[in-house]
């Protein structure tokens, strides 16, 4: 069964160890999960100015703002290690202007539970590629800010759902009941 502070000490002593040796250039996958997924985060911002333009929900408007700080921080930091790296940055839509909620036609406007579950759906894709960018990364600086990004989510996360159970907008599947089992 693996030890995760065995994991991390290895992670560490292998990060000492090579200190002195030339880091090596990325390779083309790691280059590519940067690419998505500051491309990725920078649209969730978008989403998340929508999100502040049709709620009145003083509650999911600290999340979206908490959101949008996250959001902020990854784009700033991977932003500027690509810059470094000399990887192109990502074409991204402008930012969405601030507009009162009341004046958002109903047709248009996102519900609270939208909101939240749209958020929901993008957290979950941020943190799969995350997930898949530590499993592509060769470097260890590379690996660690994969890491350190999916703890961030995973700890957003854990606010978002208490929240949604709260509120109710946590969607869950129908349960399960095997055969035969009493009920």
């Known amino acids: 069964m693996p030890n995760p502070f065995e994991a991390a000490w290895n992670a560490i002593k292998m990060t000492i160890d090579n200190m002195d040796e030339p880091e ?10 940067c690419w998505q997924y500051l491309a990725t985060v920078e649209e969730f911002i978008r989403y998340e100015e929508i999100g502040l333009n049709t709620t009145k929900d003083d509650e999911l ?11 902020e921080s990854h784009v700033d ?4 290690f690509m810059k470094k790296e000399g990887i192109p940055l990502p074409d991204v839509t402008s930012t969405k202007p601030k507009s009162e909620p009341n004046d958002v036609p109903l047709g248009v406007k996102l519900t ?3 909101i939240a579950n749209g958020i929901a759906f993008k957290l979950v894709t941020c943190m799969l590629y ?10 260890s600086d ?8 999916f703890s ?3 700890t957003f996360g854990t606010t978002l759902k208490t929240l949604m159970r709260k509120r109710g907008w946590l969607k869950v599947p129908p349960y399960y009941y095997p055969p035969g089992n009493p009920q």
Do not use: Y
């Not at 930091?77 to 500027?80: A, E, F, G, I, Y």
């Open 24 to 33: 090596s250039p990325l390779h083309v996958i790691e280059v590519g999960d």
């Open 61 to 71: 408007v600290e999340m979206l703002t908490d959101a949008i700080k996250l959001c």
């Open 77 to 80: 930091k991977l932003s500027k």
């Open 112 to 114: 609270d539970d939208e």
């Open 130 to 139: 995350c997930a898949r960018g530590q499993a592509d990364a060769i470097r």
């Open 142 to 149: 590379v690996g660690i800010t994969w890491l350190n990004f």
């Open 152 to 154: 961030e989510w995973v």
